[in-house]
C-alpha cells in the first residue's frame, strides 16, 4: 500500500511571506496527485490537481500555485501569503487505474497565517 | 451542480445504535461516491464506497444505501462504538481528464456516547 509523506504538519507564517509544502508518495509509481484544502469546521475543496510530471490542473483562481518536479513529488507554493490562505491543507493520492482509481490522503498542514 | 449536500452537521447516538448520514447529489455524471472518516487534526480515511450501478453495499458495521432515481445516498452505522466518534464526509466523483475529481459534503460530526 502507498504512503503519503505531507511536512510539516503545523505552520505559522505572517501575511506576505512565501509558502512551499511538499508532499512525497511511496509504494506507487505514476499516480495521480492532488491538493485540497479544509477551513475550519468545512468540507474539501480540490485545489491542484496532477496526471503526471509537469502536468498541473487548478480548480480555482487563487493565491497559490502547484508543481511537480518528479513522479511521487508535489509542491504547493505561494509567493505573498494572504489571511485566507490559512486552513488545513491535504496532499492525496491515486490508487488504481480508471473505474478503480482510490484516493488516499496525507495526514496533513495545517497553515495560520498571521 | 457540482454540490453534495450532506446531513446532518452533528449527530449524537447511544453506543451500540445505529447512526445514519445522508447525502443528496445533483450532477448526474457522479459516478463514484465514497465516505471518508476524519479524526481531528488527520487527513481523512477511506471508509467504503460505492458506484451507481448497485443499491446497497456492506463492510462489516458499514454500509452505504445509494438511491439513483433520488440522487441520494447514505452511510450506516452500526452497533456504533465510541471509537467511531469522527467526523465523517461523503464525496461524488467523476473522472476529468485523467483525474478523478472528489466533490465533498460539508461533514458530519458523530459523537457516539458510551
Known amino acids: 500500500s502507498q504512503t503519503i509523506h505531507q511536512w510539516p504538519a503545523t505552520l505559522v507564517q505572517p501575511v506576505g511571506s512565501p509558502l512551499s509544502l511538499e508532499c512525497t508518495v511511496e509504494g506507487t509509481s505514476n499516480p495521480n496527485l492532488y491538493w485540497y484544502r479544509q477551513a475550519a469546521g468545512r468540507g474539501l475543496q480540490l485545489l491542484f490537481y496532477s496526471v503526471g510530471i509537469g502536468q498541473i490542473s487548478s480548480e480555482v483562481p487563487q493565491n497559490l500555485s502547484a508543481s511537480r518536479p518528479q513522479d511521487r513529488q508535489f509542491i504547493l507554493s505561494s509567493k505573498k501569503l494572504l489571511l485566507s490562505d490559512s486552513g488545513f491543507y491535504l496532499c492525496?493520492?491515486?490508487?488504481?487505474?480508471?473505474?478503480?482509481?482510490?484516493?488516499?490522503f496525507g495526514s496533513g498542514t495545517q497553515l495560520s497565517v498571521l | 451542480q457540482q454540490q453534495v449536500k450532506q446531513s446532518p452537521q452533528s449527530l449524537i447516538v447511544q453506543k451500540g445504535g445505529i447512526s445514519i448520514i445522508n447525502c443528496a447529489y445533483e450532477?448526474?455524471?457522479?459516478?463514484?461516491f465514497p465516505w471518508y472518516q476524519q479524526f481531528p487534526g488527520k487527513g481523512p480515511a477511506l471508509l467504503i464506497a460505492i458506484r451507481p450501478d448497485v443499491s446497497e453495499k456492506k463492510e462489516g458495521r458499514f454500509t452505504i444505501s445509494f438511491n439513483k432515481s433520488a440522487k441520494q445516498f447514505s452511510l450506516h452505522i452500526m452497533d456504533s462504538q465510541p471509537g467511531d466518534s469522527a467526523t465523517y464526509f461523503c464525496?461524488?466523483?467523476?473522472?476529468?481528464?485523467?483525474?478523478?475529481?472528489?466533490?465533498f459534503g460539508q461533514g458530519t460530526r458523530l459523537t457516539i456516547n458510551p
Open positions: 492525496a493520492s491515486s490508487s488504481g487505474q480508471g473505474t478503480e482509481e482510490k484516493l488516499f
Open positions: 464525496a461524488a466523483s467523476h473522472r476529468f481528464q485523467g483525474a478523478q475529481k472528489l466533490v
Open positions: 450532477n448526474t455524471a457522479f459516478d463514484y
